[in-house]
T-cell receptor, first 109, second 113 residues
Framework: KNEVEQSPQNLTAQEGEFITINCSYSVGISALHWLQQHPGGGIVSLFMLSSGKKKHGRLIATINIQEKHSSLHITASHPRDSAVYICAVRPDYGQNFVFGPGTRLSVLP | NAGVTQTPKFRILKIGQSMTLQCAQDMNHNYMYWYRQDPGMGLKLIYYSVGAGITDKGEVPNGYNVSRSTTEDFPLRLELAAPSQTSVYFC????????????FGPGTRLTVT
C-alpha cells in the first residue's frame, strides 16, 4: 500500500463545475503540500498545510489530521485549471516529502 | 529572482555514457533536492542536501552522485547511464524543513537508449 494515495486518478469536468481532489495518507505527518504540474511539465506549489483550511483565489485546501485526509477544491473551474495535481506529505518519521501519484484534471470549455 | 533553474531541458544519452544535470537557485535556500518522475508514479527523491558540503541519499540513489560546493548549485551526476534512468528529473529547493514549501525547477527530460 502506498503511503500517499489520491483519488480520482483522472477527472474530466465541464467549465464552471466545482471540483474536489482527494488525498489520503497512512502515516503521521507534520505537513501536507499540494502542487500543480502544468501540461508543459513545470511544478508549482499551491498550498502547504498542517491543519485546518487555506484559500487562495478559487482554490481551497482542507486537511483532517485525525482522518489522515486532505481535499483540494476548485470553484468555478476553467480550462486553464487543466493540470496534474500532486499531494505530498512530510511524515513524522523523516524529513523528506513522500509524493502521491497525482490526479490528472481536464476542464473542458 | 530566477528561482530554480535546470539545464539541459532535454538530453538523449547512449547506454554507458555519463552526464551532469545542472541545478541552481538564487533564493538563498539551504535545502535542495533531486527527484525523478516516471510515468504514472509519484516523484521519487534521489538525493538531497541540507547545506553546502552536506548531502544525503534519498529513496532511489543508485546510479547517481551529487555534490554541493556552494549554497546555489546542486549538480546531479549520472555515471554509466542505463535505460532505467530514462525519466524526467526535477530539482527543488526550500528555505527549511517542516512547514516550508518546495520550489521546483522546470525539469530535464532524459532518455537513455
Amino acid at each position: 500500500k502506498n503511503e500517499v494515495e489520491q483519488s480520482p486518478q483522472n477527472l474530466t469536468a465541464q467549465e464552471g463545475e466545482f471540483i474536489t481532489i482527494n488525498c489520503s495518507y497512512s502515516v503521521g505527518i507534520s505537513a501536507l503540500h499540494w502542487l500543480q504540474q502544468h501540461p508543459g511539465g513545470g511544478i508549482v506549489s499551491l498550498f502547504m498545510l498542517s491543519s485546518g483550511k487555506k484559500k487562495h483565489g478559487r482554490l481551497i485546501a482542507t486537511i483532517n489530521i485525525q482522518e489522515k485526509h486532505s481535499s483540494l477544491h476548485i470553484t468555478a473551474s476553467h480550462p486553464r485549471d487543466s493540470a496534474v495535481y500532486i499531494c505530498a506529505v512530510r511524515p513524522d518519521y523523516g524529513q523528506n516529502f513522500v509524493f502521491g501519484p497525482g490526479t490528472r484534471l481536464s476542464v473542458l470549455p | 529572482n530566477a528561482g530554480v533553474t535546470q539545464t539541459p531541458k532535454f538530453r538523449i544519452l547512449k547506454i554507458g555514457q555519463s552526464m551532469t544535470l545542472q541545478c541552481a537557485q538564487d533564493m538563498n535556500h539551504n535545502y535542495m533536492y533531486w527527484y525523478r518522475q516516471d510515468p504514472g508514479m509519484g516523484l521519487k527523491l534521489i538525493y538531497y542536501s541540507v547545506g553546502a558540503g552536506i548531502t544525503d541519499k534519498g529513496e532511489v540513489p543508485n546510479g547517481y552522485n551529487v555534490s554541493r560546493s556552494t549554497t546555489e548549485d546542486f549538480p546531479l551526476r549520472l555515471e554509466l547511464a542505463a535505460p532505467s534512468q530514462t525519466s524526467v528529473y526535477f530539482c527543488a529547493s526550500s528555505y527549511g524543513l517542516k512547514a516550508y514549501e518546495q520550489y521546483f525547477g522546470p525539469g530535464t527530460r532524459l532518455t537513455v537508449t
